[in-house]
């Protein structure tokens, strides 16, 4: 036992063996920089990132471009999720749903979203409708099938017993259904996030006036490495925070779940 709990004690956190590959990969790409092995016209060292991001911070672009890009991506995951969550349920409790709503869903699944802007454009004009729209898109369809396969993935058991227990069709799909699906929503909405962000970087070479993709565009017409690797980290941390977020909501809301969590 005392061999087993020094082996504990001297574990090393979590936090610090994630953090570990990526400091090692900045480092490494530091000295790349540093050595000459990548110039800064290829790719601008981390010191020069960094100092960068410093400038725009103190010039308010940054603060601009994160509040622009975090707007669109918000307006878009609200009627994405609103979109999702009302075909998904309606497909997934009803097979007269599933017969009207499914069917067009996976036709238009398979389209490539970003392969709509074109469309987008002549509909919505270059303004912010067609981002929204095109984020909204991207949303809608993995949340759908996440949230539809959770439903009809139920164990038909444990209906069985809330109607044995003499509960009505509205608790049956308060207190069993829609709760046996969560897990498959939260991923879903995972997957969501994450196309969000993606369709967010398209979306924003429409005319652009504001936000991360603009300066992005602009930093590309004078070969600006350095503001370009900026606006990259801009959107993995934010498309980090987001995850985070839904971790967090899921530890929350399906405390009630025993999970593996790993060896």
Known sequence: MRTDRAKGEQRL????????????????????????????D??????TVAATAWEMWQEGRLQDAVLAS??????????????????ATISGLFRRGEDIADA??????????????PLLIIWFGIG?????????LAVTFPLYMNIFGGIRNVDAGLVEAAKTLGLGWFAQVRHVILPAAMPNALVGLRFSLGS??????????????????????????????DVI?????????????ADFLVRLLERTVLAWRPAFRGA
């Open 229 to 241: 690797v900026v606006c990259l980290v801009l959107y993995a941390l934010l498309g980090l925070v």
């Open 42 to 47: 290829t790719l601008a060292s981390p010191g």
């Open 104 to 117: 067009p869903m996976q036709m238009l699944r398979t389209v490539p979203v970003i392969g709509l802007i």
């Open 196 to 225: 969000a962000w993606l369709a967010l970087v398209f979306g924003e070479t429409i005319n652009a006036t504001a936000g991360i993709g603009y300066e992005m565009n602009m930093a590309r017409e004078f070969f600006q490495t």
């Open 13 to 40: 956190p979590r936090w610090l063996v994630k953090t570990f590959s990526p400091i090692a990969l900045i480092v490494l790409w530091q000295v790349l920089s540093s050595t000459g092995v990548l110039d800064d």
């Open 70 to 87: 975090v707007q669109r991506v918000a307006i878009g995951l609200v009627f994405g999720l609103v979109a999702a969550v009302v075909l």
């Open 128 to 136: 912010e409708t067609p981002k929204i729209v095109l984020i909204a």
